[in-house]
Every structure is written in structure tokens, then in C-alpha cells.
């Protein structure tokens, strides 16, 4: 992304009315047996907290980045942002619609029409029988936005010349295609219902290095050019670093930082944060201490108590293994972690 481009697209943001509040967002599988193999092993029941108190707002024209490591909880955050999943408790609200309240047909299908996602493997996402054309005009039938068959047509070559391929292209089955070109495609779908957030969830990790960077160019592009709000998901910090305007910083399903994204990369406050970071060899820690900092993430049916980091932790006090810690903000930013200190 340009530094041009990306200064657009933080103003946007700073003067974007919130489109997506997600409040005190939960999400707990239970991985128990059936009762009768507990009653005969004399087992209890076992559950995982994948996603634990969220509270996260994305402005309208923002990409919100989600990451941390595998298993943190991105993906089941996404799934219920989306209406995939359940939460266990929580709202989603976007666009002014509670997306697990009680609502009318009609209002669900607005809503569902206004919320698409884009996923990593793009070949899976699409049916491998139908052609292009198809996939692409299934929405828009869906959704009763075009009723003439010949318009549907025109507007199909549309959203395929929209994300960089050729209108004919619509004949051709996804195998005729590369692994970008096929993402394209899974983008011209997503785009065919005229969404206003679109979930990415890590749309460029199964693809060629080269061709990632035209793929994060391709939806930084249509963001400007429709008024998109992303919600981001990347385990890889330089391609966040590449799109984002706002990054939340996943460990163990709790949020532990959250900043504007060239906040978070100048300034990371977190440890964990900072390990990340520094994981990532092109990102420069001038200036700052390289934290050593080891250790696996913990079973997340067992986490640890108080601060789930805490055992990877060089620099814990005596009070992170027993207490929770809130979140601390300071402007734009918000901290969970007791070393904080807002006042420097
Ligand atoms: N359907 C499920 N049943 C039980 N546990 C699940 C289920 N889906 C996810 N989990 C668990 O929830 C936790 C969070 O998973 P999630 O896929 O959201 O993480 P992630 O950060 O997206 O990881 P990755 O980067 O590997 O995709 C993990 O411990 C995972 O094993």
C-alpha cells in the first residue's frame, strides 16, 4: 500500500461512524463426552474457551486487523461476527443490526446481504461444477437484486472486470484458473451482494508471495473505490502492517492490545505484543529492549490463571497469575496487561 493510499483510508476511518460494535463476545465449546461415557468413566465435562469478554469497534472505510497465534481465537471471532457460530454470549451489532437478535426475514436478508467473507483457500470456496458466471451471479439471484437474466449477465462481467479479469471469464471453470485469479473470483462474489463489511480471514496465506501483494492491492482498491470496512485476519504482521489501520492483538481468545496499526507497530505496550513483533525480522525495534520471551501457548483447556500470559512472561508481577487484568486505554489505544502504566 502507498503512503498516500493508506493516510485516505486512516482519515476515512477517523471520521467513520462505528459500522461493527462487538460487546462482551464469548464463545465456549464444549468438548465433553457423552453423558453416559462420563457416568461410566466417571469423567467431568470439558470445555474450551476459545473467545473470552471481546469488545472491539471497526469504523466505516477501517481494515480491522486481528491477529496472534494459531488457535488465539480469530477465525470463531469472525464466524460469529458473521453469523456462522453462536456466540456463548455477546452481541454483534453492524450497520445498526443485532446479528443474533430476533429480527424479521426481510431484515436478516438486508443484513446478510450487507455482511460477505473472503476465505484463505479460495479453491474450496468455490463450487468446482459451476462456472465462473454463475458463482458469481448466485448472490445477486439470491438476493433478488437483478431479475433480468441479460442484466444479471452484464453486471456479472462487471464484477469480474471490477477485480482485474476479463468479462468472457465468466464461461470458465475455477480450475481453469490460478490460486490469485481464483481469489479474485471468491472477491467478485463477495462483492456481488454490494456488501458494506467484508471478514477476510487470511485471504492471502495459501498464495505465491508475488501474487499476495496484487491480491492486498486488489481489496485496499476496492475499499476506496466501494467505501469497504474490513475485519482483517493474519497471523503474518507484514502483510498487517501492509493494510490495516487498526490491529487487536489475540492471545488465548482475550484481547490484549489493541492500537491504530502504525501505533501498535512503533509502540507496542504488551509483551506478547512485542514478541510478535519481534518474530518478524523486517520489523525494526530501534530504540527498544528485545524482550526474550519463550515458552509454548498453553492448553487452552487449562489456561493458565489471571494473566493467561503470565508463564511466558519475563517481566510478571506477583499479582499476574491471580488476577485478571482490564483493559488500561490511553487515547485510541487499550492495554490488558498489570505493567501497564497509562500515565507514561
Ligand atoms: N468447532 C470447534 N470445536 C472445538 N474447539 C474449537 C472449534 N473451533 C475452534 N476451536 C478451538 O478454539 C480455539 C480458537 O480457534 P480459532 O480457529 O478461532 O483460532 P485461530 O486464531 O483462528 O487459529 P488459526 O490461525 O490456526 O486459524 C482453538 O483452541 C481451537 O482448537
Not at 453423558?35 to 469478554?53: F, P, Q
Not at 493474519?234 to 502504525?262: D, F, I, K
Request: with cysteine.
Amino acid at each position: 500500500m502507498n503512503v498516500t493510499g493508506r493516510r485516505l483510508n486512516a482519515g476515512a476511518a477517523e471520521a467513520g461512524k462505528a459500522l461493527v460494535e462487538v460487546q462482551g463476545l464469548r464463545c465456549v465449546f464444549d468438548l465433553s463426552k457423552p453423558w453416559l461415557n462420563r457416568l461410566i468413566e466417571r469423567s467431568a465435562r470439558v470445555s474450551l474457551t476459545a473467545v473470552d469478554s471481546v469488545d472491539l469497534t471497526i469504523k466505516e472505510g477501517e481494515t480491522y486487523a486481528l491477529v496472534g497465534e494459531s488457535g488465539s481465537g480469530k477465525s470463531t471471532i469472525a464466524r460469529m461476527a458473521v453469523g456462522l457460530l453462536k456466540p456463548s454470549a455477546g452481541t454483534v451489532v453492524i450497520d445498526g443490526t443485532d446479528v443474533w437478535g430476533k429480527k424479521s426475514m426481510e431484515t436478516e436478508r438486508r443484513m446478510r446481504r450487507k455482511i460477505q467473507m473472503i476465505f484463505q483457500d479460495p479453491f474450496a470456496s468455490l463450487n468446482p461444477r459451476w462456472r465462473v458466471g454463475a458463482i458469481i451471479a448466485e448472490p445477486i439471484s439470491a438476493f433478488g437484486l437483478i431479475a433480468d437474466a441479460k442484466d444479471r449477465h452484464a453486471r456479472v462481467g462487471e464484477l469480474l472486470s471490477l477485480v482485474g479479469l476479463d468479462p468472457r471469464d465468466g464461461q470458465k471453470f475455477p480450475h481453469e484458473f490460478s490460486g490469485g485469479q481464483r481469489q479474485r473470483i471468491a472477491i467478485a462474489r463477495a462483492l456481488a451482494s454490494e456488501p458494506k463489511f467484508i471478514v477476510c480471514d487470511e485471504p492471502t496465506s495459501a498464495l505465491d508471495v508475488s501474487v499476495q501483494a496484487q491480491v492486498l492491492n486488489l481489496l485496499r482498491d476496492l475499499q476506496e473505490r466501494l467505501g469497504l470496512t474490513y475485519l482483517f485476519i493474519s497471523h503474518n504482521l507484514a502483510v498487517v502492517r501492509h493494510v490495516a489501520t487498526r490491529v487487536g492483538v489475540l492471545y488465548l481468545g482475550r484481547l490484549v492490545e489493541e492500537a491504530p496499526a502504525r501505533e501498535l507497530f512503533s509502540a507496542p505496550q504488551h509483551p506478547y505484543t512485542r514478541m510478535l513483533l519481534e518474530a518478524v525480522p523486517d520489523i525494526a525495534m530501534e530504540g527498544r529492549e528485545r524482550l526474550a520471551i519463550a515458552g509454548e501457548i498453553p492448553n487452552p483447556v487449562t489456561p493458565p490463571p489471571g494473566c493467561h500470559f503470565h508463564p511466558r512472561c519475563p517481566a510478571r508481577l506477583p499479582q499476574c497469575d491471580i488476577d485478571i487484568p482490564l483493559p488500561k486505554r490511553v487515547g485510541e489505544a487499550a492495554v490488558r496487561c498489570h505493567l501497564f502504566d497509562p500515565s507514561q
